[in-house]
């Protein structure tokens, strides 16, 4: 049995064991957690200096502050109760303009908030001292890099006499695999001769010879076939290396937002809470959003399968504004699939009117289907038809879109099969259809068109064969004239360009590029349709009225002959066939005009005859 315990006996309680007595405090050597003995901070040596720094700052203040008072009272003998005092933000200085305190005030406030302020000045002091770094490092950087370009120009001027390789040289090269630091030096010298040919070339060589090598090089250099870099090399004579360069780079990710069902408002807050950095694309654009990075795949969020975006490259945004399509229009997209420009036209239309989405690829009009569907377009109608059959369709669109297909060598960066598959049977065909198509959209547009007439024609090639040949060859055989795109970036299209001399309004074209631009490169023309006449059309289908009348007439002829004749097994069939006969056998004959002159005649001589024969008829009636 023990003792019991008493319930009013309160037992002191028990303090820290014996092993967190010992223990003292850390203390971290050289950090504002030290103390010193009298328990005070012990400062670093840092500290101590933005210490002096401060006090001196605050006596300066003091200072000012006393002889600014006394000026005040010196000037209008006034008390500082009867001044007004200053808002505070007044001022973009607000310590300066703040209402005037006395220095003992001034220590007041100081004293009351001392932590506050220190800590305040400290991170300043910090952000300053982190911005000057910063500073000295880009500027460091930027003084390496004109170093860098100053001792490559001086490499290229000290060796003056820059000579071109061998024949023995290039064939050793050509067994190895590209070395690219001699491509890259040997590019650099050769550029530099052809920037002054004529005081900087090696004796007895030709220009065509530094051409030749230059081209060798930036194919090896950059894995093209020397077509396309001939051609690439007479379109950027000068920026060659920077096209080429952003070549090697994708494009940035941008997406539209759908307007049909949000706005790009609400969309970007939302994709950023998903993980998907977004920011507005540019000023040109308000629905463009470009995408920095994402921690999810773009085409498979929520808002990407309601429909709330399109995943599109900010150059395609470019021909749907130049169309500008407008509510209630007919449109016509002639080159639709996978319908991105389409579901943007639909858009801008606000779901009225008529969108005709027609893509001559079946497989590819599924992704129309489908993407139309997504986006919630119900104003399309889906044609599979080649576009150069849809005039005789259907041909009075308020404004037709033409994005034809193209060679894509603007779009490099995405499809590098480009550099060395194209050759120039591609580059030819490629424009001969585009011309067809061409004048196969201009006739699907009704020059009538009370609110449109328009016709937007794009590529997203940087070929002048592709681009303002094709628009020159429309303007020479239709009746349509160039328009300004209303983009207000973007450069000129060519009207002289080597051995071509385009109609001077060409320049009303525009082209981006990926180098300038940073956009995939993209040709725009708009053109505007002023008659729905083909010019010599008329003269032909005059001419095919003319025949088909005479045939009619000669064909009646024969037949009342037939009749008169008494041959009444004679039909319409072998008639026609007689009087082509006869027209074959005369064309082979007789020379053309002169088979015209003496079928005017023939026409002439036959109607006289049937107005005899009628009044004959007539008279035995
Ligand atoms: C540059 S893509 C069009 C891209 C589309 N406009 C877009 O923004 O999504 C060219 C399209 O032309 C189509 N095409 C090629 N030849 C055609 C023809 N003769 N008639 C109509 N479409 C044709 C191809 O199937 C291809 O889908």
Same mark, same amino acid.
């Given at each position: ?119 305040? &000045? ?51 090269? =050509?067994?190895?695999?590209? !070395? ?28 065509? &010879? ?20 001939? %051609? ?9 290396? !920077? ?85 209630? &229009? ?58 150069? =059959? ?30 060395? #598959? ?13 011309? &067809? ?69 060409? +320049? ?43 045939? +009619?007439?000669?064909?009646? #002829?024969?037949?009342?002959?037939? =009749? ?8 319409? %069939? ?31 001589? %036959? ?12 008279? +035995?009636?």
């Amino acid at each position: 049995m023990g003792r019991k315990r008493d319930p009013l006996d309160e037992r002191p309680k028990s303090g820290p064991g014996r092993k967190t007595k010992k223990q003292k405090p850390p203390t971290f050597a050289g950090t504002k957690f030290e103390e010193t003995e009298d328990g005070k901070k012990k400062l670093s040596h840092r500290q101590k200096d933005r210490l002096k720094k401060r006090l001196l700052k605050k006596e300066t203040k003091q200072q000012a502050g006393q002889k600014r008072k006394a000026k005040a009272v010196k000037e209008d003998g006034q008390s500082s109760k009867n001044k007004k005092p200053k808002l505070l933000f007044d001022s973009d200085d607000g310590e300066d303009d703040s209402p005037d305190l006395s220095s003992a005030e001034e220590e007041e406030v100081a004293e009351e908030e001392p932590g506050t302020d220190e800590a305040e &000045e400290e991170e300043e002091e910090e952000d300053m001292e982190i911005e000057k770094a910063s500073k000295a490092l880009i500027k460091e950087q930027e003084e390496n890099e004109n170093m860098a370009k100053a001792e490559l120009m001086l490499n290229i001027q000290s060796q003056e006499k820059f000579v071109l390789p061998s024949g023995q040289e290039i064939e050793k090269e =050509a067994n190895l695999p590209p !070395d690219l630091a001699i491509l890259d030096n040997r590019i650099a010298h050769i550029r530099h001769v052809l920037a002054d040919f004529n005081s900087r070339r090696e004796p007895g060589r030709s220009r065509q &010879e530094y051409n030749n090598q230059l081209i060798k090089d930036l194919c090896a250099r950059f894995t093209y076939n020397e077509y396309l870099m001939t %051609k690439l090399l007479d379109l950027f004579p000068v920026e060659i290396m !920077d096209f080429l360069e952003a070549n090697e780079y994708p494009r940035p990710v941008t997406i539209r937002t759908n307007t049909l069902k949000t706005r790009r408002r609400d969309l970007g807050p939302v994709l950023i809470d998903r993980g998907i950095n977004v920011e507005p694309m540019a000023r040109w654009s308000s629905v463009g959003l470009t995408v920095f990075d994402t921690k999810v795949p773009l085409g498979a969020t929520p808002e990407y399968l309601a429909g709330h975006y399109m995943l599109q490259g900010g150059a395609s945004f470019l021909p749907v504004m130049a169309l500008a399509p407008q509510e209630k &229009e007919r449109v016509l997209d002639m080159c639709a699939a996978p319908g991105g420009k389409s579901s943007y036209i639909a858009a801008l239309m606000k779901n009225t009117g008529l969108l005709w989405s027609n893509d001559a690829n079946r497989e590819r009009c599924k992704a129309v289907v489908s993407n139309l569907h997504r986006l919630g377009v119900i104003n399309s109608v889906i044609t599979n038809y080649d576009g150069r =059959a849809l005039p005789k369709v259907f041909h009075s669109f308020d404004r037709v879109l033409l994005d034809a297909p193209c060679s894509g060598t603007g779009v490099i960066s995405k499809d590098e099969a480009v550099k060395i #598959s194209k050759d120039e049977k591609d580059i030819l065909r490629c424009s001969h259809l585009q011309k &067809e198509l061409l004048l196969a959209a201009i006739d699907c547009c009704n020059a009538n068109s009370k609110t449109g007439g328009f016709v937007v024609y794009s590529t997203c090639s940087v070929l002048v064969e592709e681009n303002e040949w094709v628009i020159d060859f429309a303007l020479k055989k239709r009746n349509v004239k160039l328009v300004p795109c209303g983009l207000d970036f973007g450069k000129e299209g060519f009207v002289n360009f080597q051995q071509h001399r385009f109609h001077p309004s060409l +320049k009303l074209t525009r082209r981006f590029y990926p180098h300038s631009h940073n956009l995939d490169g993209f040709f725009v023309a708009k053109l505007k349709k002023f008659s729905n006449k083909i010019p010599g059309a008329e003269s032909k289908e005059e001419k095919t009225k003319e025949t088909e009348e005479t045939e +009619k007439q000669e064909n009646e #002829s024969i037949k009342g002959d037939n =009749a008169e004749a008494g041959d009444s097994k004679v039909d319409e %069939k072998q008639v026609t066939q007689s009087a082509n006969r006869q027209t074959k056998f005369s064309n082979g004959q007789q020379k053309k005009s002169d088979f015209n002159g003496q079928r005017k005649k023939f026409v002439g001589q %036959k109607k006289k005859f049937i107005g005899q024969k009628k009044k004959g008829k007539f008279h +035995k009636k």
